[in-house]
């Protein structure tokens, strides 16, 4: 049987949500583990996903959440800054005892990036290939991008692709996603490697070190 990862999210919107909760539980899936993840904050924005994991941190070390996440996801867009620097913005509010299971998800620039990441895969589920190109720091630019894809494969545009969430990750190939969004690969990275971390057996780990 898998092991169990507790998840926990914190994100600045439902774009984020639908994104990130499949995402998660492919990768945790992949590293031969079962993940519970639990979103924490979904709405609001980067304000306050930022605000709702602080407060969390507190009710954490209080020992009032239960049970303990193995790891927290805390998603931001990077909005045209440097993915190293919004990943030190979230580290700049983590307390130090949670810093080794923080998982930083930094969209560059903004999540709908990542819908598209992988655009052979994105015209299998959605019947459209977008057309990315080199990145754009415009406001709702991949946003229409994404839109523009979903009307174009002939579908209304009610969710902004939303629907679609799930079965992009699931049909994603994602080391090719990783090679054209290098934000993308950091989250997909860090993750993996916070799972064998956090929760690999230590005499599994002992094992592969020994090999």
């Not at 499949?22 to 904050?41: D, K, L, N, Q």
């Not at 969390?56 to 193995?70: F, K, N, S, T, V």
């Not at 299971?101 to 019947?127: L, N, Q, T």
Request: contains cysteine.
């Amino acid at each position: 049987m898998s092991n169990l990862a507790v998840i926990d999210l914190f994100a600045e919107d439902r774009a984020h949500e639908e994104l990130l909760t499949p995402m998660v539980r492919r990768v945790a899936r992949e590293g031969g583990f079962s993940a519970r993840v639990r979103c924490r904050s979904a709405r609001g924005g980067h304000g306050c996903a930022i605000a709702e994991y602080v407060q969390y941190q507190r009710l954490l070390e209080a020992g009032m959440i239960d049970p303990a996440p193995d790891i927290i996801v805390v998603a931001i867009d990077g909005n045209c800054s440097t993915f190293a620097k919004k990943r030190q913005e979230i580290t700049e509010k983590t307390d130090a005892k949670n810093l080794d299971r923080v998982v930083c998800a930094c969209p560059d620039p903004h999540v709908e990036r990542w819908f598209m990441a992988d655009p052979d895969s994105f015209y299998k589920v959605v019947g459209h290939r977008p057309k990315v190109g080199k990145k754009k720091c415009i406001r709702d630019h991949y946003k229409h991008l994404l839109e523009k894809a979903v009307r174009q494969a002939g579908y209304p545009v009610t969710l902004g692709c939303l629907e679609f969430a799930a079965e992009l990750v699931a049909a994603m190939d994602l080391y090719r996603a990783g090679k054209s969004d290098v934000s993308l690969k950091a989250f997909l990275d860090d993750l993996a490697d916070k799972l064998k971390l956090r929760c690999q057996p230590e005499t599994v780990r002992a094992a592969e070190k020994g090999r």
